[in-house]
């Protein structure tokens, strides 16, 4: 492990929050903590917020808090997404009629530098689709026919490469130079939960730096009427030594547990969950106080486990079912421990009204 911030203590430092101090002093802690870190004097900060600290942080703690969090308010207009709208936001593209009497769908892409905040105080210099990462959600029905407009607006070589079928030339592992364009087509296929990302060597690195977004293909005949949630377990890899110091669903640590995600008690809930995360051989997905069908990587419509964990690989999905027959907050987080202490926690909120 590199020397700076580890990604044992990177939130210990940013993160001793909920709590610590009143804002003020909150900040100047976090930002003192992160420069601790970085010259390696950490524990001498870590007591001296312990010894200082008092008051709470800014936006409030579930009600039954754990010690987890990071200190001050996330810049939404900083971050690499904002995390409630990229649950929800799907890209149908721009639908047209295609020959034969199927729907064309044309969506644009293109690859941006970007520096985020992927939290309070930390800058990632990221490259994204877009503008963001993950990228936006891409989304047809099986048959449709695909149509992707690729810029590379950065100055490195970048591409996508898309999971599903097509034809060699649209595989996306030729580079795409600085400033230049490509444009994949393709048919839809087969339904189910995808991925794409860039596909340029060194790959751990263009995927981690942000290249990467999830593409739903629906079934013909759709699926149930449901309250449909994304979610992206990532990671970020701060200090380059190619160990992640932040963990999270949908790029923002411990955000969902201080802005819980809200459903309806009995509603059914999709959720498709994928893993990008690079680094790690696994991520986990642990649902509290209730299971989960399991539908891997939504190619059929049967499920196959009744959980309340799933275990994926680097780009393995699943698609997640279930609802909840009571109110109230319930946890969902990696079952890595080390993950949850890096950023992987979060909470629904079961409400019984149409505050949703
Ligand atoms: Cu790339």
Redesign the pocket.
């Known amino acids: 492990m590199g020397g700076g911030v580890s990604r044992r203590n990177l939130f210990r430092t940013t993160a001793l929050g909920i709590a610590g101090a009143a804002a003020g002093a909150l900040a100047r802690t976090t930002r003192s903590l992160v420069e601790a870190a970085r010259s390696g004097t950490a524990d001498h900060a870590l007591h001296a917020a312990a010894t200082h600290g008092g008051g709470p942080a800014a936006g409030p703690p579930p009600a039954h808090a754990t010690d987890l969090g990071v200190v001050g308010a996330f810049d939404l207009g900083r971050a690499p997404v904002d995390p409630m709208r990229y649950l929800t936001h799907f890209d149908w593209g721009r639908p047209s009629r295609a020959p034969g009497g199927r729907t064309l769908r044309e969506y644009r892409i293109i690859t941006q530098n970007r520096d985020v905040e992927v939290a309070p105080g930390v800058v990632f210099p990221a ?1 994204t689709f877009n503008g963001q990462v993950p990228g936006p959600t891409l989304r047809a029905r099986a048959g449709d026919r695909v149509r992707v407009h690729f810029s590379n607006g950065t100055l ?1 070589p ?1 591409n996508i490469h898309f999971h599903g079928f097509h034809p060699a030339e649209m595989d996306g592992v030729e580079p795409i130079p600085a400033g230049r364009s490509f444009v994949y087509e393709f048919d839809a296929e087969p339904f189910g939960l995808h991925l794409y990302h ?1 596909h ?1 060597q060194p790959l751990k690195r ?1 995927i981690h730096k942000g ?1 990467y977004g999830t593409f739903i293909i629906d079934p013909p005949e759709g699926r149930p009427p449901a309250r449909e949630l994304v979610m992206m377990m990532n990671a970020f890899d701060t200090n380059f030594d190619g160990e992640n110091e932040i963990y999270a669903v949908n790029s923002l640590p411990f955000y969902y547990m201080r802005h819980p995600i809200r459903v309806r008690r009995n509603e059914l809930v999709r959720v498709y969950l994928m893993n990008i995360t690079e680094f790690d051989p696994i991520n986990s997905f642990h649902l509290h106080a209730n299971f989960f069908h399991v539908y891997r990587t939504g190619t059929r419509l049967t499920t196959t486990e009744f959980t309340d964990v799933i275990t994926l690989g680097q780009a393995e999905r699943a698609v997640l079912e279930f609802r909840y027959p009571r109110t109230g907050r319930f946890m969902f987080h990696a079952h890595q421990s080390e993950f949850v202490e890096l950023g992987w926690m979060s909470f629904f909120e079961v409400v019984d009204d149409g505050a949703v």
């Open positions: 490259w490195h970048h860039c340029v263009h290249l």
